[in-house]
Each structure stands twice: as structure tokens, then as C-alpha cells.
């Protein structure tokens, strides 16, 4: 069990890179790095996402779903789920 930040505004799930390596969650390299930005459009502190986590099963009270999530540096918030697919 973990605590995540729940971000109805991201439109993807991150995962923090330490976190990830702690858990020994497999990740692998995405073949186009990306850059975060917030909501007005400037770039995040973080290097651009160069990988992703293999899915992995996410459950939440009676929901569960799978979901890959981008790899950043996020200390504070390990696990940010956001709404893939949305924008």
C-alpha cells in the first residue's frame, strides 16, 4: 500500500524514479522523451520522461485497473495519479 496523490488535472500517472527502484518495479525507455508542463503551459523542474513503468494492477477501493506510469523525480509525491487520456 501506498499513498498517491490524486491530480484530476494531469492527464497521466507518474511514479517516482526512487520510489520505482525501492519496489523493484520493472521500467523500460520510451522511444520519444517528453516534457511535463503545468496547466499554463511552462516546464516542470524535472528532466523529460525517458521511461515508464511496466503495468502494473492499481487498485482503489472497489476499482482496479492497470496502468504504465512515466518515471520522474518526485520525492514528496512517489505516486501521482492523473486521468490518461484526458487533456
Given at each position: 500500500h501506498v499513498l498517491a496523490?490524486?491530480?484530476s488535472r494531469a492527464n497521466a500517472c507518474f511514479m517516482?524514479?526512487?520510489f520505482a527502484?525501492?519496489?523493484q518495479i520493472s521500467l523500460r525507455k520510451i522511444p520519444c522523451?517528453?516534457?511535463i508542463v503545468v496547466i499554463d503551459g511552462r516546464?516542470?523542474?524535472s528532466e523529460k520522461i525517458k521511461e515508464e513503468s511496466e503495468p502494473?494492477?492499481?487498485v482503489l477501493d472497489?476499482?482496479?485497473c492497470v496502468v504504465s506510469f512515466n518515471i520522474i523525480s518526485s520525492p514528496?509525491?512517489?505516486i501521482v495519479l492523473g486521468l490518461p487520456g484526458s487533456s
Open positions: 496523490l490524486l491530480d517516482d524514479k526512487n527502484q525501492a519496489h522523451p517528453a516534457s516546464p516542470i523542474a502494473i494492477s492499481v472497489n476499482f482496479t514528496e509525491h512517489p
